[in-house]
């Protein structure tokens, strides 16, 4: 490796000279917003430049229990995940690391997500769902960006308080209509007083254990053409349950302060947020009549990552529907606190993952035509479980470059495991998992053993489930950010210098 001079500014300053291979390195510490000293976040993160080349080298492991790198690397604005894939894949072929699977994070995606929510979702706080994915550096960012969160158990509430500080408890709903008791001790000792509820016993587990909480009823409002959807589970109905149940919340002297609803996960018909919001609205009514004051709107989650012209697409339909609702049936001098909960909005296209042919095979067919399997390091035990919990068809992307009219022919991609259900492409769930062997392919241009394969999108729901059936590594987690959103993400993490003790040296 060319030895490199190192610089330490105050700033990033661009290389006036891209042949040399002088590194320029930022602040040297960023504090976060919160006010004591115990919640400041260190990143240590660094920008070169060589011949317009990115340098992931010494790569450290994860302490939050990601394997990977530790470090947020700032690259040139122009490099989107293909770049940053080949580069890595390059260095893990150089580290002798070749059948190690990633994920490549890249915190641009967050900022951008951020602001296009307040572009079509303005006067709506998005608390962010911890389960969606719970990686240190989004959770801290999007704290940073001034994100509310929904936590659903005691573990995810003690991840954010260790973030954003006990003063900033507030920030935080306990969005769990059924909930443990311990976990809901942990709230009341922590001061978490918004929550969510949808029965009678759930109503006498919060006089008895928090009765100073400020809950939300959950309403059943249900996408049935959403991927996931939650009426089954949770949710009270508003023709024959609320009403019973605000009376009960008035005979505990409960301080019930509004409605919550989740219309399922990746909402797929934006007319339910209308008729949610409507319900909603009933709901208000009936609260004021029996002399509880309602004050909290919580419109839950839903809402597409935004993937695709499709997804983008919806998502603009759903806001506009959500944002005419809301000023018909809860306009501005009504007071009224409106939150969502995206997920998979903020989380989904921020990663990508990268895995690796080891073997193939050819199959010879009938007609004396080929049909091809790939075999990756990587599956639905890992990256991948979000085949058979979230409905996710994967796409794969070839690393090298594709030429012009280059033919595709019949594919299957296989995961690492002895499972058969371990496919990746075409994707399919345990329900639709084929019993017809020509359902099992799909096109693809011809792989060699070797190759790395890119598939975007793949943030919501992949990280927090994945494990280490039949013996294989989770894969190894890498994050980047654009200059100039790291520019951006400066100002509000802080003025302080980065530590210079054991720079990550490219």
């Not at 001790?185 to 918004?194: Q, R, T």
């Not at 496919?423 to 792989?447: H, K, Q």
Request: hydrophobic content about 35%; some cysteine; proline content about 5%.
């Amino acid at each position: 490796m060319i030895s490199s001079q190192l610089f330490i500014k105050n700033g990033l300053n661009p290389v006036t000279n891209p042949s040399q291979t002088d590194i320029y390195i930022s602040r040297t510490r960023a504090q976060y917003l919160f006010r004591h000293q115990k919640n400041k976040f260190q990143l240590q993160s660094y920008f070169s430049i060589c011949k317009n080349q990115i340098n992931f080298c010494h790569l450290a492991k994860m302490s939050s229990g990601y394997p990977g790198d530790n470090q947020i690397h700032v690259i040139p604005n122009h490099c989107d995940f293909k770049c940053v894939a080949k580069q890595i894949a390059q260095v893990a072929r150089d580290d002798k690391k070749i059948e190690d699977s990633y994920l490549i994070f890249d915190l641009t995606d967050i900022l951008h997500k951020w602001n296009l929510w307040h572009k079509y979702m303005p006067n709506i706080e998005p608390h962010y769902a911890v389960k969606c994915n719970d990686h240190p550096f989004l959770l801290r960012a999007l704290a940073g960006l001034g994100a509310g969160f929904d936590c659903a158990s005691e573990m995810e509430m003690k991840a954010i308080l260790e973030i954003i500080g006990e003063e900033d408890k507030d920030r935080i709903i306990f969005a769990q209509p059924c909930k443990q008791n311990s976990h809901l001790e942990y709230a009341k000792a922590h001061g978490i007083e918004k929550m969510t509820f949808d029965c009678a016993y759930e109503l006498e587990k919060i006089k008895k254990l928090y009765p100073n909480a400020k809950p939300l009823i959950r309403i059943k409002e249900d996408d049935e053409a959403a991927s996931s959807p939650l009426g089954a589970k949770f949710g009270a109905c508003v023709l024959t349950e609320v009403k019973p149940l605000l009376k009960k919340a008035k005979e505990l002297e409960l301080d019930v302060v509004g409605v919550a609803f989740h219309v399922g996960s990746g909402a797929a018909n934006p007319r339910i947020f209308e008729k949610a919001i409507r319900d909603s609205k009933c709901v208000f009514k009936w609260a004021k009549e029996i002399g509880l004051k309602f004050h909290i709107l919580d419109i839950g989650g839903g809402f597409p990552a935004k993937a695709n012209c499709k997804e983008t697409k919806l998502f603009t339909q759903i806001s506009k529907v959500v944002r005419c609702s809301l000023n018909k049936y809860f306009p501005p001098e009504m007071g009224v606190t409106v939150f969502a909960e995206p997920g998979r909005y903020f989380a989904g296209t921020a990663f990508a993952a990268c895995g690796f042919i080891h073997t193939l095979k050819e199959k010879h067919m009938k007609d004396d035509h080929k049909k091809y399997m790939y075999y990756i390091n990587d599956g639905v035990y890992g990256s991948f479980n979000n085949i058979m919990y979230d409905h996710k068809k994967p796409v794969p992307e070839l690393l090298r470059e594709i030429k012009e009219g280059e033919p595709k022919f019949e594919t299957a991609i296989w995961g690492p495991t002895c499972d058969s259900l371990d496919r990746i492409y075409p994707a399919a769930t345990v329900c639709e998992s084929a019993a017809n062997e020509e359902d099992e392919y799909a096109e693809l241009e011809l792989c060699q053993a070797g190759d790395w394969l890119l598939y975007r999108g793949m943030g919501a729901y992949t990280l927090v489930a994945s494990e280490n059936f039949n013996g294989f590594p989770k894969p190894e987690l890498y994050n980047v950010c654009s200059k100039d959103a790291w520019d951006t993400f400066k100002e509000f993490l802080g003025e302080k210098t980065f530590n210079t003790q054991n720079f990550l040296r490219f």
